[in-house]
């Protein structure tokens, strides 16, 4: 019976790992463009689908690779599903704001908002762990939190979509490392938990001649339809190529898909950029450096 793949070797990265992490932030920054193709559609009506969609893919790759049996165990587990509900309930808000943010051409602020997220996973082991932090952490937030001022003050109020996208995602990620679940396992239960709110939704969109699947234009059909690929295939490529990983190279890697997210922006989506803007992403840019200089250097010790 097929199983995870097995660990890599202490404080070593696997080729495999590397390929399987990368493949997984490529495919992130390439989402943008899928997303805005459905742009013209309710961002509600995007997410049901994504959710819906989502649970057949998941349930036939952990058929494949037999990881079906750690799952039976949570579905009998009242506490697990109860953990489960949120942290689906936040990776569903995280999901509906990017997809929303993406629609009405605020990638910047989406790009923004995952380029923090490292940075506010610090924050929460601070706070609610009360894991002390070096100084090269602490200079890390005290740049980022300048980015975030300075980016509030270019655009006249909080750059809340990013900081919706981090909050939302910090909590989940704390929250999902508390679920004693595989993450194949752990992202199917998310979704098949969501899944009765979204088919409920699909439905009365359909039986209010209000939904796009199967009844407008047939791209959008196609689009809605390939969903649960756009969602499960990158996720579960990064779940498992994690652990064939050292943290310092994915604390690195994770910089990819918010560097494409914010070339796609200026580049692609001609998302306006002036020379203010541009000073609190170079902030944040710099409070990333300092972060992952300490990371690899907490590794080599």
């Not at 790992?17 to 961002?43: D, I, M, Q, R, T």
């Not at 689908?49 to 690779?65: D, E």
């Not at 490292?118 to 002390?132: H, R």
């Not at 310092?248 to 910089?255: D, E, G, K, P, R």
Request: glycine share 8%; charged share 10%.
């Amino acid at each position: 019976m097929a199983t995870d793949a097995p660990a890599a070797p202490k404080n070593e990265d696997s080729r495999k790992g590397f390929v399987l992490a990368a493949a997984a932030y490529l495919l992130w920054g390439a989402l943008p463009f899928y997303l805005k193709a459905l742009g013209h559609l309710s961002p509600f009506e995007v997410i049901s689908h994504r959710v819906f969609w989502s649970v057949p893919i998941a349930g036939v790759i952990l058929a494949a690779l037999g990881q079906l049996g750690e799952l039976k165990v949570a579905l009998r587990s009242p506490r697990m599903l109860g953990m489960a509900f949120i942290t689906a309930s936040l990776v569903s808000i995280n999901w509906g704001v990017y997809v929303w943010a993406i629609s009405i051409d605020r990638t910047l602020d989406a790009a923004l908002g995952y380029f923090i997220n490292p940075l506010f996973s610090i924050f929460l082991g601070a706070v609610l762990l009360k894991e002390k932090l070096a100084p090269a952490q602490i200079a890390a937030l005290g740049l980022a939190a300048i980015g975030v001022a300075i980016m509030t003050y270019a655009t006249g109020a909080l750059p809340w979509i990013g900081l919706i996208l981090t909050l939302s995602w910090g909590a989940y990620a704390f929250l999902r490392k508390a679920l004693p679940i595989g993450a194949n396992q752990g992202f199917f239960l998310e979704v098949a938990l969501l899944s009765p709110f979204a088919l409920g939704y699909i439905l009365w969109l359909t039986a209010t001649g209000q939904g796009h699947f199967m009844q407008g234009v047939p791209l959008d059909s196609v689009l809605l339809g390939s969903a649960g690929l756009a969602t499960a295939i990158p996720l579960m490529l990064y779940a498992n190529g994690a652990k064939l990983l050292r943290l310092s190279t994915i604390a690195i890697m994770q910089y990819i898909t918010p560097s494409l997210l914010f070339l796609v922006a200026v580049f692609a989506f001609n998302e306006p950029m002036n020379p203010l803007k541009l000073s609190a992403f170079i902030f944040i840019w710099a409070a990333l450096i300092v972060y992952s200089w300490s990371m690899m250097m907490r590794a080599k010790a």
